[in-house]
């Protein structure tokens, strides 16, 4: 008897801590979402901001209806000679939120893109009609796509696009091609195929590769670091060589499409004392090696919440390994004008492809490059942050604004648009503001860049302000951000400099600051083009002005 009755207290303990706990878990997390548009026509599977704030969106050519029909009336003659009146493009203003359908003529699913130095989209490959294709977009009023059918010389389906030194652009791998080749081709060593053995290797077998859209980041000695699968290496991409070889990543974790994780090369501190600087890489999310054949059989399996972080111009470089709070497969990371990166979009369970993912985590984590990862509870490096109330699958994208929000939009794991499925098609943007536009946070405002915003490497900048801080050489840094391609959880091109400054902030004779610096050294630490520079001060940073550096 008294065993029972000590059972039930037990059980009533237990039960009132249970829904303490409950209680308790309306945590209020920091950050804040809002709904920009409910629909924009076509769904967000590719996305990339140009230097007029218009963000380029498209989706795929063959999956049929979209929501939004072409210009007056327009239709055009799809693969197979029918008429289609619908966009599959749209171009969207990030500052009225005004949008307006494209017309892309040839299918650009899975496909890859980068600005050229002059702020034109540069977009490549695809499928089928497409995967030979080289498209372009100029930011220009009422300015339309351009093709040119024999971009490409492999078929470039899934693959990775990166700016270089030189203003060209390096395409790397797509499905069933294991080479590289440059565009736009204008020159001998353009007009030929680069074989890559490393991306066969990487491939776990060809119907589930778990290395396409392989990550790269041109490092700090102007060569190519790739990552496919869980291995990496440093590519020579002139001479064709493979210049080192790194350490596989441990924990036996698939890192690429279709077991999905996401890359970013951490802030690259210029100083003039240590040249060229450090480049590190952290690779987050994924799934097993075989998520994608479990979830074909409707077992679907845990993401991973492993991270790894590479310094990859080190002599002896290892990974450090970190455990996030969340699994995730298909995440997107984004570097925020701070130096930090958000983690979001994607799923808990299985892996990237058709109605292949569960469980969406709709929560973004923030992660600190630079804070404690331990002691005594004290792991400062990842806030879970305010959830979406939209699940963001198979097919969805995240991308910086200038006035430093997250855009995102997308998910559709369906062939066509499907509004009645278990994660349904979506045609949203929303906009993720960070915590540091929370309310009561003072924000600084750049006043001018001088020179102006055109300058050379190494050329001496300063960038006037306002604030209505508390201004110190301690609490004010500059940033410049490359704006990256999105798409399929890789964020081409995504790259941030933290410039070196004189020391002092001076204060103006009409009341605002001006802080002294330099302009990165060399196009391997910044290729030539535009960019959204920052200043930052206590964290919070001003928006953007948009630079274009130059040789
Ligand atoms: C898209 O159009 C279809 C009809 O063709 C409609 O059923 C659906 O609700 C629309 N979706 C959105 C998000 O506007
Ligand atoms: C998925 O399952 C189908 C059978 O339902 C099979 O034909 C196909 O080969 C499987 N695909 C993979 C990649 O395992
Ligand atoms: C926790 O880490 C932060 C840096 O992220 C540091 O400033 C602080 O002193 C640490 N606290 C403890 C108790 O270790
Ligand atoms: C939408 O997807 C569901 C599966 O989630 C499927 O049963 C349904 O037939 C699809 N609808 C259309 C119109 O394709
Ligand atoms: C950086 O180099 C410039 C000359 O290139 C020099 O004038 C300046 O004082 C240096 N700044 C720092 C912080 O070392």
Redesign the pocket.
Known sequence: MGSKIFVFLFLLSYSISLFNLALGAQITYQGKWKLLKQSIGVSAMHMQLLPNEKVVIFDRTNSGHSNVTLMQGKCIKDEKSNDDCYAHSVEFDSVSRAFRPLTVLSDTWCSSGSLATDGTLVQSGGYRGGQFVVRYFKPCPNCDWKEDQKGLLRPRWYASNQALPDGKIIVVGGRFHFSYEFIPKTSVSDRRVYDLPFLKETTTSLDIPNNLYPFTHLSTDGNLFIFANDRAILLDYVNNKVIRNYPVMPGGVSRNYPSTGSSVLLPLKL???SFPPEAEVLICGGSAPDSYAKANVSNFVPASNSCGRLKITAASPEWEMEEMPLNRVMGDMVMLPTGDVIIINGAAKGSAGWEFAREPVQNPLLYRPDASTGGNNNNTRFEVLSPSGIPRMYHSTAILLSDGRVLVGGSNPYMNYNFTGLFPTDLSLEAFYPPYLSSGKRRPSIISVNPGSKFGY?QKISVEFKSSGNVNQGNVYVTMVAPSFATHSTSMNQRLLVL????GVTKTSSGNYLVEG?APETPALAPPGYYQLFLVQDGVPSKATWVQINQ
């Open positions: 100083s003039n004392t190494k070196a400054l004189n020391d330099y």
